[in-house]
């Protein structure tokens, strides 16, 4: 065999093995009367693992291309070409050639072992079923009747519901604004991918927090948009980086989650807010706001958003009831320019032709019932105490080997480990230690953090994941 892997290239080798095999089945190299390479030989041969070998097989099985049997070898499958000249698609191919970019390989393997194994669970961005107002969403679905239609809604999402929002973020959130200038959208991720398919295009620039949840977004590279990165302190981002950054750059967009950000828990301060709008405003840039905890600060006070300071109508603001009431509902929401909603909305109608009509009468019913305030002061007390359970389990068990800042609200904690360790052996050993976390290089470009999530497990939880963890440390820290 002539060909070599190209080991400089992002494709994993048994990929580019698999690919040469299929097209050489096409093309007549590999002649179909005759049987493939043994895995141990073909390995031999070019120089790599068998387990590289087996899994360019194991792909090309799975495509229909090969049969692979215990005495006879690995052979053409004969019906590929036979008398109905019938193939089955070659789905690796479409699938890498979608424009549409897959999550990380780690993302993807964090998702896969939360959905797949009981683990204590520090990764996940959600709340525990213990803290969403069951009882009260019970009684809105059990006493109260759906006067709403199961036909299509508005396009901007219903009208009555879009009513309800519009008072509660004048109360609770400091912003004016009116039902016409709100989308209702599936959760805050849809808002986002909206924002960036249809108010920009590939060629722009955008500046984006470092770490941040924003940072390894395929949304971005999948619509070929230029990322530039703003680092912070305990107080945020310095707003004369964005200066800097327009300079040289000509950024589009800001994205920005100023208040309790993921995942280092700072708080973008009030004299720091307004420069980042005064800059917004000098330049005319426009700052997409990502808000999903504001309402959660461990003090109880009210916090002014980028949205409730904006005059002019720079900011577009993005947020959901999905960290702060239920994940399942889906209920999320940009508030902006009417023309701006306008044009989102009409994008939305053509993805799902809006939203689900049910669930924006649940949303709806909460929202504007009494119990929504008391379930806010609830859940602030139940994860300021998580919090102050993970603080206190971190210097119990890793004091001299990590750093970190204390959140004053939300649910995240972004530490520093100070010896050098392998990112990936500290993953695999602690999941067989039973806790699963988020590696820092899925959020930042620094090496050598963590960040654990202390809203989907309670305290004793909590406790024994932070040790499973240090135990984890200790033996792959180098």
């Known amino acids: 065999m002539n060909w070599k892997p190209d080991r400089k290239s992002k494709i994993p080798i048994y990929k580019q093995l698999a690919l040469y095999i299929e097209t050489g089945i096409a093309d007549g190299t590999f002649p179909h009367d005759k049987p493939l390479p043994s895995e141990r030989g073909l390995a031999k041969e070019l120089g790599v693992n068998r387990s590289t070998v087996i899994a360019a097989y194991d792909e090309l099985e799975s495509n229909g291309l090969i049969d692979r049997n215990q005495g006879s070898g690995t052979t053409i499958r004969k019906d590929i070409w036979g008398i109905s000249k019938k193939r089955i698609p070659s789905w690796n191919r479409y699938i890498e050639a979608g424009s549409f970019l897959p999550n990380l390989p780690v993302t993807q393997r964090i998702h896969k072992e939360m959905a797949e194994h009981n683990l204590i669970n520090l990764a996940s961005g959600e709340l525990s079923q213990d803290l969403f107002p069951m009882k009260t969403l019970r009684e809105i679905t059990s006493n109260r009747s759906f006067i709403g239609s199961l036909g299509y809604d508005h396009p901007q999402g219903n009208a009555i519901l879009r009513e309800t929002l519009s008072k509660h973020v004048k109360q609770f959130r400091s912003i004016d604004t009116n039902p016409s200038s709100i989308l209702i959208t599936s959760g805050a991720q849809q808002a986002l991918h909206l924002v960036v398919q249809c108010l920009l295009k590939p060629g722009d620039a955008v500046a984006i927090e470092n770490p941040s949840y924003h940072y390894n977004l395929p949304v971005f590279k999948s619509a070929g948009i230029k990322t530039y990165y703003l680092t912070g302190d305990q107080e945020g981002i310095n707003p004369n980086d964005i200066t800097t950054l327009y300079k040289k750059h000509r950024i589009r967009m800001i994205f920005l989650n100023p208040i309790f950000q993921n995942p280092t828990g700072s708080l973008l301060s009030e004299e720091r ?21 504001s309402l959660t600060a461990f003090t109880g006070e009210k916090l002014q958003t980028l949205k409730s300071l904006d005059h002019y109508g720079n900011v577009l603001y993005i947020s959901s009831l999905t960290k702060i009431v239920a994940s399942g509902l889906r209920i999320g929401w940009i508030i902006g320019p009417k023309a701006v909603i306008e044009r989102l909305s009409d994008a939305k109608q053509q993805v799902d032709f809006g939203h689900a009509s049910y669930t924006q009468w649940i949303a709806n019913d909460f929202l504007d019932s009494n119990d929504f305030e008391s379930h806010i002061d609830h859940l602030i007390k139940q994860l300021r105490s998580r919090r102050d359970q993970i603080v206190t389990s971190l210097q119990s068990f890793l004091k001299e080997q990590v750093d970190f800042y204390i959140p004053k609200g939300g649910i995240h904690i972004w530490c ?20 699963i976390y988020v590696p820092g290089s899925t959020m ?32 792959v820290a180098k």
């Open 416 to 435: 520093r480990i100070k010896e050098e360790f392998n990112e990936t052996q500290l993953l695999e050993e602690s999941i067989r230690r039973g806790v």
């Open 273 to 293: 807010r307004k420069k980042v709008l005064e800059i917004s405003s000098e330049y005319g840039i426009p700052i997409v706001e990502d808000d999903p905890y």
């Open 444 to 475: 930042g470009s620094e090496k050598g953090f963590v960040r654990f999530t202390f809203s989907r497990e309670n305290e004793e939880n909590i406790h024994e994941g932070i040790r499973r963890f240090s135990e984890a440390l200790q033996r």
